[in-house]
């Protein structure tokens, strides 16, 4: 059964550059997790990540540039995007059945990522776009982004929303007071991150964006960025929102849920209760969650899925929604 891994990360040297020519890894601390044995395997698009891919048991990986993406660059990031995304391009020509990808966009230039998103779509092959939370202190229902978001909904490709770091302010007040390597870890992987990303996805839908785009799909990693968990509680501010649906709506119907590597059955059977085994898809994120011995495909085999299920969350699901038509049993 083949297994596409959707949320699969990289790095490219000019881009870690740039981060650190603007002083991003002083107010980042997540820039320094990509060091050392991550830092190598982001930057590897070859050797070292298909046999990685082949230990583990994926078959292929969905690409994106990781967190914190380009959105603390202004006009240089227009030039950047292109050469990173023309990069991937050669990549996926290179092994078009091991890898996908997802567009790298300037972000705080939206009406520019939006005519990026859409040479990468339809002149590159492209499958979606990665967001990484707010954008130079604006949330992403900033009315700012809706030709971003206007341009992946008529295109019909995905956004990946992804964790970034916290504010500062927000480090500072809910974040610190221990030692440095606890802060920087309390407020990014071990749970700020994940707080950022789920909130991003609550705001655009107490916006409204997707009563205005109700075709739009989004992803939330990490089993839905603790959103699932609270589907109850959300679903309270049915009573004031004003919004056209039921928030339980938007959850079936406009968000897709990713394991990124957590391989938690019972986190499995949460996401099937709430959005449905259609809406489930597969990834490990690499590399930050890879770890040896036959790890993705062991909790393939063994989260408990039945067959036409399990089919659609370790490719099914992926290929429709990307509009993808593949052999699932292809690999090389």
């Keep these: 059964m083949k297994l596409i891994g959707i949320e699969e990360h990289f790095l490219t040297a000019d881009i870690h550059e740039t981060w650190h020519a603007i002083g991003l890894d002083a107010s980042d601390p997540s820039v320094a997790f990509h060091s050392g044995t991550v830092g190598r395997r982001l930057l590897d698009l070859a050797e070292e990540r298909l046999a990685l891919m082949d230990e583990t048991g994926l078959d292929m990986q969905v690409l994106s540039l990781t967190t914190p993406g380009l959105h603390n660059l202004g006009r240089e990031s227009l030039e950047l995007a292109r050469r990173t995304n023309d990069l991937l391009a050669e990549v996926v020509a290179r092994h078009p059945t091991r890898f996908q990808a997802m567009a790298t966009l300037p972000v705080a230039l939206p009406v520019e990522a939006a005519r ?19 954008v130079d202190g604006r949330n992403l229902d900033d009315p700012a982004f809706l030709p971003l978001f206007d341009a992946a909904a008529g295109l019909g490709v995905p956004i990946l929303l992804h964790p970034r770091t916290p504010a500062k302010a927000v ?40 009563d205005r785009l109700p075709g739009l799909q989004v992803i939330l990693g990490h089993w839905g960025e603790l959103v699932l968990f609270y589907a109850d509680r959300l679903a309270a501010m049915d009573r004031v929102s004003t919004l056209a649906q039921p928030i339980a709506t938007y959850l079936r119907r406009n968000l897709y849920i990713t394991a990124s590597g957590m391989f938690l059955p019972h986190y499995l059977e949460r996401a099937v209760a709430i959005v449905g085994p259609q809406r489930l898809l597969f990834s490990s994120d690499y590399p930050y969650q890879y770890r040896p011995g036959r790890d993705a495909r062991r909790f393939l085999e063994t989260c408990g899925l039945g067959t036409a299920d399990l089919a659609a969350f370790a490719h099914g699901n992926w290929l429709r929604l990307t509009n993808t038509t593949e052999n699932p049993t292809a690999r090389r």
């Design 116 to 134: 990026e998103l859409e040479r990468c779509v339809s002149a590159l092959g492209f499958k979606g776009t990665m967001l990484c939370g707010r």
């Design 171 to 210: 480090r500072d007040a809910y974040y610190s007071g221990f030692a440095p390597a606890v802060d920087a870890a309390f407020a990014t992987y071990g749970l700020g991150w994940h707080y950022d990303a789920g909130i991003q996805f609550v705001r655009l839908v107490l916006s409204g964006l997707f």
